[in-house]
């Protein structure tokens, strides 16, 4: 089946796939907490629970107020059920009163993580559940790092060289590229802009904007990648902490939230078929399930946390989330670098990824799309800075998994 037209993927929409509360709960995100991004020498394990500590610290919530706990397993300190590893750990086991749960799904663990917490309440199973993910890609040697990466996403018949994973999103920008027209230049103009972002925020990696230039003139990785072009390793930890409503007005909790007003999933091959059509993308899928969830479309968001692990990533996800038509999202990220060009450009009018996303404010592994949370958790609470955009009600955030393999997508409005 070829999917050229958007609305073919939207029409393999199933529209049980929801979080809708059934019980008329609401679920709400009452805190976020992350620890620095950069080579930090901890393991993962102990940046996660910083990351915890954090999040119950901004929700003003104790350890034992949590009756679950999803995590997203690392690369560099892998466990046998992260979850359960980190509960034990942390002593919330054993409790009888707490599910734990462990979520694979790549680099969109984040969103199916907080989707899955968020259907956890709405169910009426738990009142108060954290996500948590962390790694410490950087503290790994090259080689190590590589060895492990490269055997994620590897076909097994396949010839894809090390580095896999950048070569494998390179041979879709090739096929964008033929297809749609969208050019070199227009890719590296997407680390540019992630650039100038992650320089308004004082946690990122990427101090300096980057210039066209020397993105192109950075080293080759593979056919139509460059070095700064890459997701940018690091080691970090962020957490989330989603909370009942009804357990929120218990205990009298006024502090800022934000509820979960739609999510969408949709999952694709795990690496790159012989051919490369439509059908392996799923963005568009999760995009739609959500808007249709929340009853809302892409005019209705304030704020778009995408995910940008290389620039086919970020390109694809404006097509898919409406800011640009099919084919057209090279052009939109061209456009986008035109409007930051000079160093006032307002928030507003490039309401993307405000904190520079994978490639510039850093990426270990996959924590980044709980920074997608953490950003628009600041941006719909009126916290984002000199980042802020004026009034943000609603964000969508998008987490991706291995190579287009999976797509979660959440729509988030201020409470
Ligand atoms: C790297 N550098 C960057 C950068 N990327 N600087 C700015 N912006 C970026 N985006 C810098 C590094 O900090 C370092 O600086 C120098 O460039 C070299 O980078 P390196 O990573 O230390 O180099 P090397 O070990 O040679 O490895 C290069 C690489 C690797 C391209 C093979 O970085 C890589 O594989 N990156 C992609 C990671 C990845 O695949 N993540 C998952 C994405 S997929 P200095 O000053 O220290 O020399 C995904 C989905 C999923 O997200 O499910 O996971």
């Not at 901004?58 to 679950?68: K, M, V, Y």
């Not at 950048?166 to 992630?194: F, I, K, N």
């Not at 650039?195 to 946690?203: E, F, G, I, L, V």
């Not at 939230?257 to 993308?281: H, K, Q, R, T, W």
Request: hydrophobic share 40%; glycine share 10%; aromatic share 6%.
């Amino acid at each position: 089946m070829s999917q050229s037209d958007p609305t073919t993927a939207a029409g393999r929409h199933h529209a049980p796939r929801t979080v809708s509360e059934p019980h008329g709960i609401q679920a709400h995100i009452v805190g976020c907490g992350t620890t620095p991004v950069g080579k930090l020498g901890a393991r993962p394990s102990t940046l996660m629970r910083r990351a915890l500590e954090r999040a119950l610290g901004q929700a003003g919530l104790p350890l034992r107020q949590l009756d679950g706990l999803v995590a997203i397993p690392s690369l560099a300190e892998p466990h046998f059920m992260e979850a359960h590893f980190l509960a034990t750990q942390m002593g919330l086991l054993p409790r009888k009163d707490v599910i734990v749960r462990t979520i694979d799904t790549g680099g969109a663990g984040p969103i199916t993580g907080l989707l899955e917490a968020t259907r956890l309440v709405h169910q009426g199973w738990c009142d108060v559940v954290a996500v948590v993910a962390g790694d410490a890609v950087s503290s790994l040697s090259r080689e190590e790092f590589l060895r492990r990466a490269d055997q994620t996403c590897r076909d097994p018949e396949g010839e894809l060289p090390s580095p896999v994973i950048p070569h494998g999103y390179d041979r879709v920008a090739q096929w964008q590229m033929r297809t749609y027209g969208t050019t070199r230049e227009q890719l590296a103009l997407c680390s540019v802009l992630m650039s100038r972002m992650a320089a308004r925020h004082p946690d990122a990696l990427t101090r300096k904007p980057h210039t066209l230039e020397s993105v192109l003139a950075s080293a080759q990785v593979a056919p139509v990648t460059s070095t700064l072009e890459c997701a940018r390793r690091a080691d970090g930890g962020a957490a989330i902490v989603v909370a009942s409503d009804r357990f929120l007005s218990q205990i009298g909790h006024t502090r800022p939230s934000v509820i979960v007003v739609g999510g969408g999933e949709a999952s694709g091959p795990l690496y790159p078929p012989p051919v490369i059509d439509e059908d392996m993308f799923s963005c568009e899928e999760a995009c739609a399930t959500a808007y249709a969830e929340a009853r809302l479309n892409v005019g209705d968001i304030d704020f778009f946390g995408l995910y940008d692990c290389f620039p086919i990533c970020l390109v694809r996800a404006v097509e898919a989330v409406g800011l640009a038509a099919k084919g057209e999202g090279g052009r939109w990220i061209e456009q986008m670098a035109e409007r930051t060009r000079s160093d006032d450009w307002n928030p507003a009018d490039v309401p993307v990824n405000t904190h520079g996303g994978l490639l510039a404010y850093g990426a270990p592994w996959e924590v980044p799309a709980m920074y997608n949370v953490i950003e628009a958790f600041a941006q719909l609470t009126g916290q984002a800075g000199s980042r802020q955009i004026p009034d943000a009600r609603r964000a969508l955030v998008y987490g991706n998994g291995g190579i287009f393999s999976a797509s979660a997508v959440a729509i988030l409005q201020r409470a």
